[in-house]
C-alpha cells in the first residue's frame, strides 16, 4: 500500500474485477477481494459492478484420489497432487460474488434507510475482509462508497491486480466451468479452496485460497495471497503471506501497515476457527439462500469427480470443504507481509509480525458497530487526516472545513 491512491496499489484490487476471479471465489468478483476501498486511499478503489451471465469465476483445480480425500487424514504425504488447473464459471447466473462484491450504488427505498448496512448492502453476502479493513481506514469514506458507489481503478490499483494475477498464473492455471445455479457458483468456490488445500499440503505453497467462515456472529469471506507450510518438519502451522505493491520506492506509512496487520489478522482468525471445525452449514445455506440438495450442473459435478472428490450436492461440496479443514493446523502465530515495487517487482521489504488476538477481536467489533447501525460513522483522528488529501468524497464530506479539535475520534489506535 501506499500512502496516497497514486502511490499505491492494493492487492484487494483483485476483489473488483467484474468478470473473472482469480482461483477461488472473488468475490471480488466484483472481483473477489479485494475492491477499492482498500489500502492507503481508497479513492482509488474500482466501481464494482454486478456480475454478468456470461462472468467467470477462477478455481484451481489440484487433482488428488478420492480416497486420500475422503480419509480425513493429516499426513501431507497421504496426499497426491495428480493436476493443477483453476476452472471459471462461464453463463451462470449474473449475480455478483462474494468476496468483495461491489454493487454498492444506493438502491434502497426510502422506508429501508432505518435499516443497518449490514442489513441493506451485505445481506444474502456476508461481510468481506476488504470490508472490515476499508471501515478501519475510515468509516465515514466507507459510508460514502456503500451510498455511492466506489470510482473507478486507476493505474496503479490495476498494475497491482495484474501483478496478483501473474503470482497465481505461477502455481495454477485456469479452466472455464458453465454454471447453472447459485449452487454451481458456490461449489466451484468450494472446490477452489479444497484444491489450494491439497496444492499446500501436498506442494507447501498455495495462492489466491478462498475463505468463507462465521466470525464474531457475521458471515465473512476473504482471499489470501498465499499461504506456505513451513519447511521445518517440527512446525507445521502454515503462514499466511500478502503481497502488497507500491507505486513509491518506499514502505508505507504506519496507518498502512496497521491496516495491512488487520487483514491479515483476519484471514488467521478465520482460518483457525475453521481448523477448529467451525462452520455451521445449515446457517451457511440459510443465510445465502442456498438448497443443499440441488444436484449440480453436469459440468461442475465431472469436474468434480476428476478432481477426486466425486459430489451430486451442494451438500456433497460442503461436506469435502469441512473435511479438507480437519487435515489443516492452525495457522502460524507469526504473519508475514512483503511490500514490492511495482516498477520492477523488486522487494522493498518484509515485515512480519504476531498475532494479537484480542487487539483484533477489538477492532473487528469496533467496526461491527458501525456495520450493524450501532453508531454513527466516526472520522479518523487528526494525526491521519492527510487521508482525506485522497479521498474522492472530500468534497461532500462534513469533516472538511471542522476544526481538527472538533471531529470525532475514530477507534484507530495503534498495533
Known amino acids: ?68 480425500l475422503q480419509r480425513n487424514v493429516r499426513s501431507i504425504q497421504s496426499i497426491t497432487l495428480l493436476a493443477k488447473r483453476s476452472l471459471s464459471d462461464i453463463g451462470g447466473p449474473g449475480d455478483p460474488d462474494i468476496e468483495d462484491s461491489g454493487h454498492f450504488a444506493m438502491t434502497q427505498k426510502k422506508n429501508r434507510v432505518t435499516k443497518s448496512f449490514l442489513e441493506r448492502y451485505r445481506k444474502n453476502r456476508g461481510l468481506s475482509v476488504t470490508d472490515i479493513t476499508g471501515t478501519e481506514w475510515c468509516e465515514k469514506q466507507m459510508e460514502f462508497v456503500l451510498r455511492f458507489g466506489r470510482p473507478r481503478a486507476n493505474k496503479a490499483m490495476k498494475v497491482g491486480h495484474a501483478r496478483h494475477v501473474k503470482l497465481e498464473e505461477e502455481v495454477n492455471t485456469r479452466v472455464k466451468v458453465p454454471v447453472q445455479s447459485f449452487e454451481d457458483r458456490w461449489a466451484i468456490k468450494f472446490m477452489n479452496f479444497i484444491n489450494g488445500a491439497n496444492q499446500l499440503l501436498s506442494e507447501g505453497l498455495t495462492r489466491e485460497l478462498p475463505l468463507f467462515g462465521f466470525i464474531e456472529g457475521v458471515w465473512m469471506v476473504g482471499v489470501i495471497d498465499e499461504i506456505r507450510m513451513p519447511v521445518k518438519e517440527t512446525d507445521r502451522n502454515p503462514m499466511i503471506v500478502d503481497v502488497k505493491t507500491r507505486v513509491l520506492e518506499t514502505l508505507p506509512a504506519e496507518s498502512q501497515r496497521r491496516n495491512g496487520r488487520l487483514q491479515m489478522m483476519c484471514y488467521k482468525y478465520m482460518w483457525d476457527n475453521l481448523s477448529a471445525g467451525n462452520f455451521p452449514s445449515r446457517q451457511f445455506f440459510d443465510f445465502f439462500s442456498l438448497n443443499p440438495y440441488h444436484v449440480l450442473s453436469e459440468e461442475v459435478r465431472e469436474n468434480t469427480a476428476e478432481a477426486g472428490y466425486p459430489a451430486k450436492t451442494l451438500d456433497d461440496i460442503v461436506r469435502f470443504y469441512m473435511n479438507s479443514w480437519d487435515m489443516l493446523p492452525p495457522a502460524h502465530n507469526q504473519l508475514l507481509l512483503r511490500y514490492e515495487f511495482q516498477k520492477d517487482q523488486s522487494l522493498l521489504g518484509e515485515v512480519e509480525f504476531a498475532y494479537d488476538h484480542d487487539w483484533l477481536k477489538s477492532r473487528i467489533q469496533g467496526c461491527l458497530e458501525f456495520w450493524k447501525g450501532e453508531r454513527e460513522a466516526s472520522y479518523i483522528p487528526d494525526e491521519e487526516r492527510w487521508k482525506c488529501k485522497y479521498c474522492q468524497f472530500i468534497s461532500v464530506c462534513p469533516a472538511i472545513g471542522k476544526p481538527e479539535s472538533s471531529r470525532s475520534p475514530s477507534k484507530t489506535d495503534q498495533f
Open 1 to 68: 500500500m501506499s500512502e496516497s491512491p497514486a502511490d499505491e496499489s492494493t492487492q484487494d484490487v483483485k476483489d473488483d474485477t467484474p468478470t473473472q476471479i482469480p482461483l477461488e471465489f472473488e468475490v471480488e468478483i466484483v472481483s473477489e477481494e479485494e475492491m477499492a476501498l482498500i489500502d492507503a486511499a481508497l479513492a482509488t478503489a474500482t466501481r464494482c459492478s454486478q456480475l454478468s451471465s456470461s462472468s467467470a469465476i477462477a478455481v484451481t483445480s489440484c487433482f488428488a484420489s478420492s480416497q486420500l
